[in-house]
C-alpha cells in the first residue's frame, strides 16, 4: 500500500514568511510524528498526534512552530516568521498506534529560509 | 540527560563481509529501539527493533543485540552488499515511563560499502 506522503518536496522561502507543510500518513495509522532533520544530524522529535489530538508537543522549539491534524488523518505543520535557523529536512512518521509500533517516515519536506 | 550517540561517523567494509555499527545510549529508563536506515535524500527506513526484554533478534541478514547492562545496541548486517550503502540511525523510546511515542535519535553512522 501507499506510504507516507509529504508535500511539498521542496520549499524555499524568504526569512519571516509564512509556511506549509503537509503530512499524509499511511491510511488507518492513528499516531503521527513530526520530526526536523539538520545536515549531518539525527532527527529531532518535534511532535505526536494520536488522533485528533497532540498528545506531546514536547519538541517543538518556540511559539512560531504549530502543527494542526483536524480530522485525525493529514496533518500540516505550520512555521510563522521563518528564520534561517528552520532551514532543515522535516520528516513526518505514522504508527499504528499502539505501543512500540513502528514509525514509518515520509520522505521528507527540504526547507530552505533565504 | 537523554542522549542515544554512535560510536564512529563512518564505517567503511568490502563487499561481503560483514558490519557491525555500534550504539551507545544514555537513560536506562528507555525500553524500545530501533534502527534505521536512511539513503541520501530519502526519509529513514526500518531495519529492525528491540524491545528491552530482549537481548537479540534476527531480521533477514540483520541481527541486532542490546545489552542493557552498558547501555550497548549494535547492528549486524551479514554479507554486506552495496545496497548496504547508507547513514544507520540508532533511536531509543521510552514508552514505559514517558507514554509518548517520540524517538531520539544519535547522529548516524555512515556506511560505505567497497565494490
Known amino acids: 500500500g501507499a506510504g507516507v506522503s509529504q508535500t511539498p518536496s521542496n520549499k524555499v522561502t524568504e526569512k519571516g514568511k509564512y509556511v506549509e507543510l503537509r503530512c499524509d500518513p499511511i491510511s488507518g495509522h492513528t499516531a503521527l510524528y513530526w520530526y526536523r532533520q539538520s545536515l549531518g544530524q539525527g532527527p529531532e522529535f518535534l511532535i505526536y498526534f494520536q488522533g485528533t489530538g497532540a498528545a506531546d508537543d514536547s519538541g517543538l522549539p518556540n511559539d512560531r512552530f504549530f502543527a494542526v491534524r483536524p480530522e485525525g488523518s493529514v496533518s500540516t505543520l505550520k512555521i510563522q516568521r521563518t528564520e534561517r535557523g528552520d532551514s532543515a529536512v522535516y520528516l513526518c512518521?505514522?504508527?499504528?498506534?499502539?505501543?512500540?509500533?513502528?514509525?514509518?517516515f515520509g520522505p521528507g519536506t527540504r526547507l530552505l529560509v533565504l | 540527560g537523554e542522549s542515544v550517540g554512535l560510536h564512529l561517523p563512518t564505517l567503511s567494509v568490502q563487499e561481503g563481509d560483514n558490519s557491525i555499527i555500534n550504539c551507545a545510549y544514555s537513560n536506562s529508563a528507555s525500553d524500545y529501539f530501533i534502527w534505521y536506515k536512511q539513503e541520501s535524500g530519502k526519509g529513514p527506513q526500518f531495519i529492525i527493533d528491540?524491545?528491552?526484554?530482549?537481548d537479540k533478534r534476527q531480521g533477514q541478514r540483520v541481527t541486532v543485540l542490546l545489552n542493557k547492562t552498558v547501555k550497548h545496541l549494535s547492528l549486524q548486517i551479514a554479507a554486506t552488499q552495496p545496497g548496504d550503502s547508507a547513514v544507520y540511525f540508532c533511536a531509543e523510546n521510552m514508552w514505559g515511563s514517558s507514554n509518548t511515542g517520540k524517538l531520539i535519535f544519535g547522529q548516524g553512522t555512515t556506511l560505505q560499502v567497497k565494490p
Open positions: 528491540i524491545r528491552s526484554n530482549m
Open positions: 512518521a505514522s504508527s499504528s498506534g499502539g505501543v512500540q509500533e513502528t514509525q514509518y
